[in-house]
């Protein structure tokens, strides 16, 4: 790559960045060109150069959001690490996405860009729920988790704790804050309020 096209990659980085900081601040809806450009500290004729208009520039965000977050997940899932902490690090990792990036934000542009939807979908179908049920599997097998448990009820058990954390910013207004609610949900993730199963289960 030469001169030229790093610095045209640069500046490509640049707005994507400036992008989804405003994007997570203040919604998709509120955000315009305009204020991405400054904050990019490009002109607004340069973002259109790259992304042909502001739905485009979203789904190029959205899917590289996804992509990335996607990317460490499974690389945490196929690491030789013992399935505790491969569980603890995929629940602490998506606590802290959902407190980062609003839901809001994720669900709009997921809701009304089919593409996103449609590649969300796919990557479910054919990569998550695979690789996950593998997970689950050898985790149950190894006696990390209990057997009489489906894994869709695991499934929708994992996903319970790690959405409730995007309907709840306050608990994450400083690093202290997060640090805790982190700690404190992976308790409850293993260990449930009794801290032991019920006899009467």
């Known amino acids: 790559m030469d001169g030229y096209q790093r610095r045209k990659q640069h500046k490509k980085e640049s707005i994507r960045k ?21 904050k990019a500290g490009v002109n607004p004729v340069t973002i259109y150069n790259h992304f042909s208009d502001k739905d485009s ?21 196929e690491s030789d690490r013992q399935f505790i902490v491969k569980l603890e690090q995929i629940v602490s990792d998506k606590i802290k996405l959902a407190s980062l990036y609003s839901g809001e934000f994720i669900q709009t542009a997921v ?36 057997r ?15 959405s409730l954390a995007r309907t709840h910013p306050e608990l994450f207004s400083n690093q202290e804050q997060l640090v805790k609610f982190t ?17 009467s289960l």
């Open 18 to 38: 400036a992008a989804l900081e405003l994007f997570t601040a203040y919604g998709i809806k509120k955000v315009s060109i305009a204020e991405i450009a400054k």
């Open 148 to 162: 009489d448990l489906s894994i869709d009820t695991i499934s929708i058990y994992i996903d319970m704790f790690t």
């Open 111 to 146: 809701s009304e860009d089919m593409g996103i939807k449609e590649m969300v979908e796919s990557l479910y179908k054919n990569e998550i729920n695979p690789l996950l049920s593998k997970f689950i599997q050898d985790g149950q097998k190894s006696g990390s988790i209990r």
């Open 57 to 77: 520039l979203v789904h190029d965000v959205i899917k590289g959001l996804i992509m990335d977050r996607w990317k460490k997940v499974r690389e945490i899932l």
């Open 183 to 199: 700690r404190e949900t992976w308790t409850l993730f293993l260990y449930g309020l009794a801290g032991r199963q019920s006899k």
